[in-house]
T-cell receptor
């Protein structure tokens, strides 16, 4: 099992560009999450999903959109990137309380 | 060595010593707690968990203690090794919260050879 995988690993964007981060899990988990992590800070929840076809806002959802068209995939979209969105993005999935994390995507917005 | 609080302090210990990382949680309704380890450049990795009906749980070289009276959680690492160098996060879970975890800010553990 690969667990949770994320693509790409690293990306540089210019302000105003758009991109989609892909998260995939092979554990048949119902719940999936997108977090961002900034230096010296903990994890902040952007959006999450409690099952295929569902999405919900976390604590910092502005500027992001998500989709969960397939149970195993959770996509995070940035429609118009801003320098404030420079961060490391982590995806996680869970069946119960314990969340399992991907390796992260480093995003730099210039 | 020992650290306190939800800030991101650095705890520095000598290889072979025991480490204690502390965490204060906010809500008495929280009923499940997890410790995660995050190595540089990687995602958080599950270490150990504990439910609110327990006050102690042991794993391999790690022990988690829960004091519900003062809403305090600690992670003890025995015989700390260089591979234990990482940032450690505590997270709390509240039933009915759509399985969302409430995260602490983390403690950075540095192990000196």
């Amino acid at each position: 099992n690969a667990g949770v995988t994320q693509t790409p690993k690293f990306r540089v964007l210019k302000t105003g560009q758009s991109m989609t981060l892909l998260c995939a899990q092979d554990m048949n988990h119902e719940y999936m999450y997108w977090y961002r992590q900034d230096p010296g800070m903990g994890l902040r929840l952007i959006h999450y999903s409690v099952g295929e076809g569902t999405t919900a806002k976390g604590e910092v959802p502005d500027g992001y959109n998500v989709s969960r068209l397939k149970k195993q995939n959770f996509l995070l979209g940035l429609e118009s990137a801003a320098p404030s969105q420079t961060s490391v993005y982590f995806c996680a999935s869970s069946a119960g309380e314990t969340q399992y994390f991907g390796p992260g995507t480093r995003l730099l917005v210039l | 060595g020992e650290s306190v609080g939800l800030h991101l302090p650095t705890l520095s210990v000598q290889e072979g010593d025991n480490s204690i990382i502390n965490c204060a949680y906010s809500n008495s309704a929280s009923d499940y707690f997890i410790w995660y380890k995050q190595e540089s450049g990687k995602g958080p990795q599950f270490i150990i968990d504990i439910r609110s009906n327990m006050d102690k749980r042991q794993g391999q070289r790690v022990t988690v203690l829960l004091n519900k009276t003062v809403k305090h959680l600690s992670l003890q690492i025995a015989a700390t090794q260089p591979g234990d160098s990482a940032v450690y996060f505590c997270a709390e879970y509240r039933a009915g919260n759509n399985r969302k975890l409430i995260w602490g800010l983390g403690t950075s553990l540095a192990v000196n050879p």
